[in-house]
Structure formats: structure tokens, C-alpha cells
């Protein structure tokens, strides 16, 4: 029986509920629970996971929502008295903190006259409200916030573009400002390569193997993974590329990207050809048979970093070779078949680049119910993809869906390997491979005891600075059973090798290649930009207050914006609002 409490005015960030939905979820007697607040998207996806009441739809964008699934009424007491402790526990830990905090954007302007950037982690229907604000008060934005409509971000990077800021995201997960960490990112030694991504996790295995080669990163600007689509057309991978360009501290320019629009990555090389600095480009699910003069073309995450280490110490390019030593595992007739289950979309769509490979697969390459590749037996999966995640925790953060999976994949008499990932740094869970580790023991043994030995194969995404302990990460999967590799790369041909097949590399030489797309735009790059990358940033941080928290651990400056919505959450009175405080402003200019 569905039973429902609305907490008026009692607004917390999607994580903090996320975080008590699974603590809630562990209290004998409740068969299911959702706690969010009170948004029409919110209410529709309590009505996707059939939790909808009727005593839902009074809940404001303001009121915490908690519809519970049990058939004991007396459970409602617990769920209450365990969600006053969980926040009680929230606000003495915010309590402690000496982060200033502001309710409205004047206040933190005058907290921080001196803010360069605005990091905006809130529901992503109100997202562009408050980048339209933090572009006006001349704030560069990060906007982790999905969700957001591409018209909007094309505008929003058009307004950014001509007032010389930069517009990180929307979706965009990672990024590094000068040693400063951006929403999910690991703790990255400093050193003389920059790097600009249209892909999260794409940038986290690059610039962490990169630092375990000795490496180390000035910059990592995320761009969002739609900026070199047609329509955004990449203004910020442009720009950002024309800001490295100019940036002193910066070497190497390292170029990282999800299937590109085909007009717009041939737009990105011009721009690249133009350049006096080398720089290595890595457009997934491009197999490169050439390298040109000063720029690298690199087929995996692994060969990017390696390539980019060598140009940084000033070592010639060589061809990166993956010596793979296949694992003494015995298989039946009827295993044949590789699952991989990640929690990094890059890095599920760069192992379903190298089994399509492997395999010559024609077809199986799709991105439909969080599937990258699913044919023949083999898939892939991205767990973090929006039909996962919705109402629920990031697999970064929370195990049980990717449990559930590597559980079903076991038992599956085919299945001769399975992959995974576990990517540490500041967001993710504090022990993921621990919480993985007793599914995967289980596993293992049901399938030895079923008379089949049974691969899975991992890597931590990572490096020895992260708040995890690297070390200890991979020692915990290993103790379980896992085979460790050291990149996904090495895992995916792994776990190949075990099954039959090898992915067979280019030998790629240098050659001279006319530039015959025209140049997007000039090496100009504003002081905003230079400024903004030459310095540890001094951010505004809209939401997630443990973003606040990782920047001022790494040294930099925060305010946090305690965000609510306003208007009642409703999205067109609030861009009304804004029309009018932008309107109010600009009389007053003129005055």
C-alpha cells in the first residue's frame, strides 16, 4: 500500500535524497521508496516508478515528497524519525562548514566581488535561468545540471561566446581549473598539458593515467557531451582550444570527444592545424591510420594520455602497443560472450569500440535504454545513462543496479567475461570496490560450483591523490576476484584475448594533410578566458553543496548559493522574473 508525506518548505539537493531514499530503502517492512521534491518532472517519475498518489499532487517544487511502499502503517513513524536524523545529521555537518553562504545572487556577488565562475549543479529545468544570471554578472558557467533543451545551450554559449566566457555543460560531469576540481574529477598532479573534452569520464581515465605516467594537467575544461553536435556547433571546445592556445602555463592541448558531428570535428582539426602547440585528438569510434605533423591522433583513452606524456617531456611519438597477457581461464563450449557494466559512458562506449572491432561487427553499436553495444550475446552497458538515473543515484555513487546486472550476467551459462569500472575522485563513493567486492566473490563461486570458471575483468579509474586510496581500491577487487588492469583499454582487449579475439592496431605515420575545412575562428582568446584558467577559480557554487566542499579543500574560493526554486518551481514565471531583474538592471545602467 503507497502512503505519502509531503515536508513543506523543506527543500535538500537531489544527492542528500537520493542518499536518504537508500537509507530509507533498508528498513525491514518497506517494500519501495522515493523521496524528492515536489517538481512536475519529480511527480512524473514517481509516476514512472508507479508511486504516484493523489496526495502528491498538492506538493509545491519547495516540499520534500516521500511516497513509501508498505503494508504497515505503524512503518510510517520510523520513515519519519530516520528522515528527521538523516537531515538533522545534514545541517550539523553544513553547520560546521565555513563556507559563506547566500540566498540570492546579490548577496553572493558581494560576498565574492571578485567570483570568476558559477558552478550550477540544480534541476535542469531551472539551469539555464541561473547561467543567464551568472553570464550577465560576468561569470564563466559550469553547469553540471542535465535535462537542459540544446536550444537553450546554444543560446546560453552564443551569449558566453560574445561576451568572452566560457560555457562548461550542460551534462557536463568533469572538469580541473587550474588544480581547482569541477563536480566529479580526481586529484590530478600539475603539469604542463591542457585538455578540453566533450566527454566526462573521457577526461577522468585520460588525465588520471596521465598522472600516473608522471604526467600532469594545467587544465580540463568540459565542454558537455552535445557542444560538437551541428546545432551547439562547438563554441566551447573552440574557444577553449584558442584559450590553451594563448595560456602560458600550457604545452600540450589534448582534444577528447564522443562521435562527433563530422562538420564540426572537421572545424575542431582546422582549428588544431592553425595552432604552434602539438595536440593529440581522440574522437571515439574513429580508428586513425595517420598521424600528421604536431598533431596526434590517438584510438584509445590509454594511447591519448600516452602520447601526450611523451610530447610533454619532449619524447618522440611512438606506436603504443598493448602487450596482453591472457589469463590462465579455462571456458565451456558455451561461453563466448563479454558484458561490461560501467559507471563512465566514455568508458563504455571506448569498450564497445574495441569489441566491435575485435568481433568486425557491422552492426550492435546502438545508445537505446542505456546500451552502447548489444548484439550476438555481448553487451554493454552505460548505468549512467538517463533511464537509470532517474529519481535515483548515479552508479558512481550507489552499486545496487550494477550488482543487480553482473548477478544476471553470472548466471547466464554463455557469459565468459564480465567488465567493470570503478572510478574514484571527489563525488564518487568512498569504497566502491568494497561494496562491489562481496557480489562478485558470490558470483564466482555460484559459477565454479556450476563447473564454470567465470573472467571479470576491472579497472580503477584514478590516481594515488584521490580521496580514495587507489592502492586499496584495486587490492579490494583483486581480493574478490577480479583481474585488475591499469586502463580500460588493457581490460577490454583482456577480456577479448579470453574469448578469441585481439583488436589488431594501426602502424601510424606522419604525414602532411592540406587543412581543407575552414578555419572556425581566430586564435583570439579574451582576458576572461586567460584569466580564468591562470588562476585557482573563485566560484559561486548553485547546488550541490559537496562541490563547495572539494574546492575549498584543493584551495579554492566558494560561495555557496542556497539555491531554491522560485516561483513555486513554476519555469516559465521564473524566466518572466528574470526578464524583468535583467530589464530592472539595465535601466538602471542607463540612469
Known amino acids: 500500500m503507497l502512503h505519502t508525506i509531503i515536508k513543506e518548505n523543506a527543500y535538500q539537493d537531489s544527492v542528500v535524497l537520493m542518499l536518504l531514499t537508500n537509507k530509507i530503502s533498508t528498513i525491514d517492512g518497506v517494500n519501495r521508496v522515493s523521496i524528492m521534491m515536489g517538481t512536475p518532472a519529480n511527480k512524473?517519475?514517481?509516476?514512472?516508478?508507479?508511486?504516484?498518489?493523489?496526495?502528491?499532487?498538492?506538493?509545491?517544487?519547495?516540499?520534500?515528497?516521500?511516497?513509501?511502499?508498505?503494508?504497515?502503517?505503524s512503518k510510517l513513524n520510523e520513515i519519519l524519525e530516520e528522515v528527521d536524523a538523516f537531515l538533522a545529521s545534514q545541517a550539523t555537518k553544513e553547520s560546521s562548514n565555513t563556507t559563506e553562504t547566500a540566498r540570492t545572487w546579490d548577496k553572493a556577488m558581494k560576498l565574492d566581488p571578485d567570483a570568476n565562475m558559477a558552478l550550477i549543479s540544480i534541476p535542469g529545468t531551472y539551469a539555464a535561468?541561473?547561467?543567464?544570471?551568472?553570464?550577465?554578472?560576468?561569470?564563466?558557467?559550469?553547469?553540471?545540471?542535465?535535462?537542459?533543451?540544446?536550444e537553450e545551450e546554444l543560446r546560453l554559449k552564443q551569449k558566453a561566446h560574445d561576451k568572452g566566457l566560457l560555457v562548461m555543460g550542460p551534462d557536463c560531469g568533469t572538469g580541473i581549473v587550474n588544480g581547482v576540481p569541477m563536480a566529479f574529477t580526481n586529484v590530478v598532479k600539475p603539469g604542463?598539458?591542457?585538455?578540453?573534452?566533450?566527454?566526462?569520464?573521457?577526461?577522468?581515465?585520460?588525465?588520471?593515467?596521465?598522472?600516473?605516467l608522471g604526467g600532469g594537467v594545467t587544465n580540463a575544461i568540459g565542454t558537455g557531451g552535445r557542444d560538437l553536435s551541428e546545432t551547439v556547433g562547438g563554441i566551447t571546445m573552440l574557444d577553449a582550444i584558442a584559450a590553451l592556445e594563448k595560456q602560458a602555463d600550457t604545452d600540450v592541448i589534448v582534444v577528447i570527444s564522443k562521435p562527433p558531428a563530422k562538420v564540426i570535428r572537421d572545424k575542431v582539426l582546422a582549428l588544431l592545424r592553425t595552432i604552434t602547440k602539438p595536440a593529440v585528438t581522440i574522437f571515439l569510434g574513429e580508428k586513425p591510420?595517420?598521424?600528421?605533423?604536431?598533431?596526434y591522433h590517438a584510438y584509445t583513452l590509454e594511447e591519448t594520455a600516452r602520447i601526450a606524456v611523451a610530447l610533454a617531456k619532449g619524447q618522440t611519438v611512438t606506436a603504443t602497443t598493448s602487450q596482453i597477457t591472457k589469463p590462465e581461464i579455462t571456458l565451456t563450449p558455451e561461453q563466448k560472450h563479454m558484458k561490461g557494466y560501467?559507471?563512465?559512458?566514455?568508458?563504455?562506449?571506448?569498450?564497445?569500440?574495441?569489441?566491435?572491432?575485435?568481433?568486425?561487427?557491422?552492426?550492435?553499436?546502438?545508445?537505446?535504454?542505456?546500451?552502447?553495444?548489444?548484439?550476438?550475446?555481448?553487451?554493454?552497458?552505460?548505468?549512467?545513462?538517463?533511464?537509470?538515473?532517474?529519481?535515483?543515484p548515479h552508479p558512481m555513487i550507489d552499486p545496487e543496479k550494477r550488482i543487480a546486472f553482473i548477478e544476471d550476467a553470472a548466471n547466464d551459462p554463455e557469459t565468459a567475461v564480465i567488465l567493470l569500472d570503478v572510478v574514484l575522485g571527489y563525488g564518487s563513493h568512498e569504497d566502491m570496490a568494497?561494496?562491489?567486492?562481496?557480489?562478485?566473490?558470490?558470483?564466482?563461486?555460484?559459477?565454479?560450483?556450476?563447473?564454470?570458471?567465470?573472467?571479470?575483468?576491472?579497472?580503477?579509474?584514478?590516481?594515488?591523490?584521490?580521496?580514495?586510496?587507489?592502492?586499496?581500491?584495486?587490492?579490494?577487487?583483486?581480493?574478490?576476484?577480479?583481474?585488475?588492469?591499469?586502463?580500460?583499454?588493457?581490460?577490454?582487449?583482456?577480456?577479448?584475448?579470453?574469448?578469441?579475439?585481439?583488436?589488431?592496431d594501426e602502424d601510424k605515420a606522419i604525414r602532411e594533410t592540406e587543412n581543407d575545412a575552414p578555419v572556425a575562428q581566430s586564435l583570439e582568446a579574451s582576458d576572461a578566458m586567460l584569466d580564468l584558467l591562470a588562476k585557482q577559480p573563485r566560484v559561486i557554487n548553485v547546488g550541490l553543496k559537496s562541490f563547495a566542499e572539494a574546492i575549498t579543500e584543493t584551495g579554492g574560493r566558494v560561495v555557496q548559493f542556497d539555491w531554491r526554486p522560485v516561483a513555486g518551481g513554476d519555469a516559465k514565471l521564473q524566466k518572466v522574473l528574470q526578464f524583468l531583474n535583467s530589464y530592472r538592471a539595465e535601466t538602471a545602467d542607463v540612469k
Open 129 to 150: 535561468t541561473e547561467a543567464d544570471r551568472a553570464l550577465d554578472e560576468g561569470l564563466h558557467a559550469f553547469i553540471f545540471s542535465d535535462n537542459m533543451p540544446m
Open 342 to 392: 560501467y559507471s563512465g559512458g566514455t568508458l563504455a562506449s571506448e569498450a564497445a569500440m574495441l569489441i566491435a572491432d575485435a568481433l568486425a561487427l557491422k552492426e550492435g553499436l546502438i545508445k537505446q535504454d542505456g546500451y552502447i553495444l548489444k548484439t550476438e550475446g555481448h553487451e554493454v552497458i552505460d548505468l549512467g545513462d538517463d533511464i537509470y538515473t532517474q529519481g535515483k
Open 192 to 212: 604542463n598539458i591542457g585538455i578540453v573534452g566533450a566527454s566526462g569520464t573521457g577526461i577522468q581515465e585520460v588525465s588520471t593515467i596521465i598522472d600516473r
Open 44 to 73: 512524473d517519475i514517481f509516476g514512472t516508478s508507479g508511486l504516484r498518489t493523489a496526495e502528491l499532487e498538492a506538493a509545491s517544487a519547495n516540499d520534500m515528497a516521500i511516497v513509501a511502499d508498505t503494508d504497515d502503517a
Open 289 to 295: 591510420t595517420y598521424h600528421e605533423t604536431n598533431l
Open 434 to 504: 568494497g561494496q562491489l567486492a562481496p557480489a562478485i566473490k558470490l558470483v564466482i563461486a555460484k559459477a565454479k560450483a556450476a563447473g564454470r570458471e567465470l573472467a571479470v575483468i576491472g579497472t580503477v579509474c584514478g590516481t594515488l591523490q584521490d580521496p580514495q586510496d587507489y592502492h586499496e581500491q584495486r587490492q579490494t577487487l583483486i581480493d574478490a576476484g577480479v583481474i585488475v588492469k591499469d586502463s580500460n583499454n588493457e581490460a577490454v582487449r583482456t577480456g577479448l584475448a579470453i574469448v578469441g579475439y585481439e583488436v589488431v
